[in-house]
């Protein structure tokens, strides 16, 4: 009575197949979680720059970062990835950019709280729309 799968099942009996980076990919959500959280503490510590200044060193480090993660996926052929990307990527980063620019103008114009409340329940006003 006490067995266990050797394998992962799904309800429906069918045996699945266990990414072997999947530990990796739940120890990174959970510090993802962590930095996002700390998000808005950060911004309102910084007592000298302006919400403009803030963005444009907080898109910076996203941009280096984003280059360096796909210079080493990619094995320096980015610029063909950028191409192959097409209209769907272009839209995708200028919502992102509006994203970035809507939630340090938030963090800075209302509590922390309210501002990190209602981004986290924004997929739940989205998922109808889906």
């Not at 394998?7 to 959970?30: F, H, I, K, W």
């Not at 993660?69 to 769907?88: N, S, Y």
């Amino acid at each position: 009575m006490n067995e266990t799968p050797s394998q992962p099942t799904m309800a429906s009996g069918t045996v699945v197949e266990r990414d072997p980076l999947y530990g990796l990919g739940v120890a990174m959500v959970m510090v993802a979680g962590c930095f996002f959280s700390l998000g808005g503490l950060l911004v309102r510590l910084v007592e000298d720059a302006g919400p403009w200044q803030i963005l444009m060193v907080r898109s910076i480090m996203l941009s280096v970062t984003i280059f360096a993660v796909l210079v080493v996926r990619h094995r320096g052929k980015v610029f063909a990835e950028f191409r192959r990307c097409g209209v769907a990527a272009v839209i995708g980063a200028l919502c992102l950019g509006v994203t970035f620019s809507s939630f340090i103008f938030s963090l800075l114009h209302t509590t922390v709280a309210n501002a990190v409340f209602i981004l986290c329940a924004s997929p739940f006003f989205t998922a109808p729309l889906a």
